[in-house]
């Protein structure tokens, strides 16, 4: 009896609240969470095109990993409301690779979106 009792002790253990919290860790342990996977998107788009990267205005977490759109200082200009900016949609893997980015936009930075008139 007291090997049962010795087994079902150890398979409390293993369904505590304790151990399952361990198991989830272990698989989410190599996904970056929100804030690193925007350092890195940052990073990867400037390290790929030259430019740095200004904000991030969209972020969102899909079924294939990330996307988010950033802009990006194209071409500076004097005075500073004439420079050139773009918007990069960039896409990324669950653990923040990028896998893909294009220009969605570019505009002068002094200029507001046209607002559509829906009245």
Do not use: C, H
């Amino acid at each position: 009896m007291s090997n049962t009792s010795n087994t079902a002790k150890s398979q409390d253990s293993q369904n505590s609240p304790e151990s399952r919290k361990g198991q989830s860790e272990d698989a989410t342990e190599n996904r970056p969470g929100p804030v690193e996977v925007l350092r890195q998107a940052r990073a990867q788009l400037a390290e790929l095109t030259g430019m740095d990267a200004e904000s991030v205005s969209s972020f969102e977490q899909t079924d294939d990993g990330w996307t988010l759109e950033i802009e990006v200082l194209e071409l500076v200009r004097v005075p500073d409301t004439m420079s050139l900016l773009a918007t990069y949609e960039v896409t990324l893997d669950p653990r923040g690779g990028l896998t893909g980015y294009r220009r969605v936009r570019r505009y002068e930075r002094g200029r507001a979106d046209a607002r559509r008139s829906g009245r």
